[in-house]
C-alpha cells in the first residue's frame, strides 16, 4: 500500500481523537518591530556637560534644619533633641532641669510630655510607711538636739591652760516644732521622690551587680580624704536617729517650672549645719559614663581610674537629690552657693555629707558646687 500524502495524513490526524489530544495552541501572531532608539547627538552632550573646573553641585538638604524653641539656634546639632511627637527641637542644656546626655530612648518635650506630678497624700500613716519612721516614736514631740561635749573632752579642756584655736564643728539641724508642718515638708519630699520615680533611702545602697561595699575604701583615696572628727561623728549618728524617728531638717522640695523640683530652707538654718548625706546606690565610674541620670555625685576618687566610685541616685535617694547645682564660671552663679558638698572619712569609708556653708534665711533656695574639687562636669549652662 502507498503511503498517504502529507494532506491526507494532516486529515487523518484531524479526524482521530487520541491525536487531537496532542494538539498544541495556535502560534501566537507576530510581534510588531521594536521602535528605533533615540540618541542625543555630541553637541547636546557637550551642552549640557559640566565642565571640568567647575565647583561641585551643592547636595539638596535631606532636612529642614532644626532650631532650639528655647535659644533659637540650631548649633550643636549633637545636644539637639527632637520631640517624638511634634518634632520641635530642644538643647540637652537649655531644658529644665538639664539634662546630662542624650537619652536613648524616646523624648519628649516639655509640652508634650505627661504631667506626672503627683501630690503625694497628707496623712501621717503614708509618711510614716513611705520614709520607714520608727513606730514607737510616731507623733512624739520633738526632742532637743544635744550634742554636747564628752566627758572626758570637758576633763581635759579644764585641766588645760593653753588657748586653742576653736574648731568649727557641724552643728545638727533643728526640727520644726509643728508636727503638721513637719508631714508637710515630708510630703513634698515624698512627692519629688515618687514623680521621679524613686525609693526613698537615706544611706549609701550596694546592690549585687554594681560596686560592693568592699570597694568602698576611704584609704584608697588618692592624696587622702578627711577624718570626720568624733565631736563631728556624734553630731551625725545624733541626725540620723532624729530621721529615724521622723524628726526631718526643715526643708521643702517645690517645683519650678524653669528649674525642676528644687530646696527651699523652710526655717532659718545656721552656718555649718548638716542638712543630709547624698545617698543613692553606690557603682564604679566606669559603669555610668554613659548614663542619664544627671546626678550623679563622686565617691571615691581612687589612683586607678577604674576603680572610682560613685553615687548614682536614679533608683534610690533622699532630698539631696533635688538640690540644685550653681554655675561656677560666673560671679553670680558662685554667690548663690550655700550649701558645700564635703567627702568624709566616716569609720574607713567613704561619705557625701551636704553641710551649710553660710547662714540660710527661710524661703531661700539651696545651691551647692556640684563639681566639688573636679570642676569637670559642664555647669557653663546652669540657671
Known amino acids: 500500500m502507498a503511503p498517504l500524502a502529507p494532506s491526507t495524513a494532516a486529515a487523518a490526524a484531524a479526524s482521530s481523537p487520541e491525536l487531537r489530544r ?3 495552541a495556535a502560534a501566537p501572531p507576530p510581534r510588531s518591530p521594536p521602535e528605533p532608539r533615540r540618541f542625543c547627538s555630541i553637541s547636546d552632550v557637550m551642552r549640557r556637560a559640566r565642565p571640568v573646573d567647575a565647583p561641585p553641585p551643592l547636595a539638596r538638604a535631606r532636612h529642614v534644619m532644626a532650631l532650639c524653641g528655647a535659644c533659637g539656634a540650631g548649633d550643636r546639632d549633637e545636644e539637639l533633641l527632637l520631640c517624638d511627637i511634634c518634632d520641635r527641637a530642644r538643647h540637652t542644656f ?4 538639664i539634662l546630662p546626655a542624650v537619652p536613648l530612648g524616646s523624648w519628649l ?9 503627683i501630690r503625694f497624700p497628707l496623712k501621717q500613716s503614708k509618711i510614716v510607711d513611705f520614709f520607714r519612721i520608727e513606730k514607737a516614736a510616731e507623733g512624739g514631740a520633738v526632742r532637743p538636739a544635744k550634742c554636747g561635749l564628752s566627758q572626758d573632752a570637758k576633763r581635759r579642756k579644764r585641766r588645760s591652760l593653753v588657748m586653742h584655736k576653736k574648731k568649727r564643728r557641724l552643728l545638727p539641724f533643728v526640727p520644726t516644732a509643728d508636727r503638721v508642718r513637719r508631714l508637710e515638708q515630708m510630703a513634698s519630699a515624698a512627692t519629688a521622690l515618687t514623680s521621679s520615680k524613686m525609693e526613698f533611702s537615706n544611706e549609701l545602697t550596694y546592690v549585687p551587680s554594681m560596686a560592693p561595699i568592699s570597694a568602698n575604701q576611704a584609704k584608697l583615696e588618692e592624696g ?4 570626720l572628727s568624733k565631736e563631728d561623728k556624734e553630731t551625725i549618728e545624733l541626725c540620723r536617729s532624729m530621721l529615724k524617728r521622723g524628726e526631718c ?4 522640695v517645690v517645683f519650678d517650672s524653669h528649674e525642676g523640683f528644687t530646696v527651699q530652707a523652710d526655717a532659718y538654718i545656721k552656718d555649718l549645719t548638716f542638712l543630709t548625706e547624698y545617698a543613692g546606690d553606690v557603682d564604679y565610674l566606669k559603669n555610668r559614663e554613659n548614663d542619664g541620670c544627671d546626678s550623679i555625685m563622686t565617691l571615691l576618687s581612687p589612683a586607678d581610674p577604674s576603680q572610682k566610685l560613685v553615687i548614682c541616685p536614679d533608683k534610690r535617694g533622699n532630698i539631696a537629690r533635688f538640690i540644685n547645682g550653681i554655675n561656677n564660671h560666673t560671679p553670680d552663679g558662685k554667690k548663690k552657693q550655700n ?4 567627702r568624709y572619712d566616716i569609720d574607713g569609708e567613704c561619705h557625701v555629707l551636704l ?4 547662714d540660710i534665711a527661710r524661703g531661700e533656695k539651696l545651691y551647692y558646687d556640684y563639681n566639688g574639687h573636679e570642676y569637670a562636669y559642664p555647669t557653663h549652662h546652669f540657671v
Request: hydrophobic letters at 35%.
Open 22 to 24: 496532542k494538539r498544541t
Open 94 to 97: 537649655c531644658l529644665r532641669p
Open 109 to 117: 518635650c516639655p509640652d508634650c510630655a505627661p504631667t506626672s506630678i
Open 224 to 227: 587622702g580624704m578627711q577624718v
Open 249 to 252: 531638717p526643715p526643708l521643702l
Open 339 to 342: 550649701i558645700k558638698c564635703v
Open 355 to 358: 553641710v551649710a556653708c553660710r
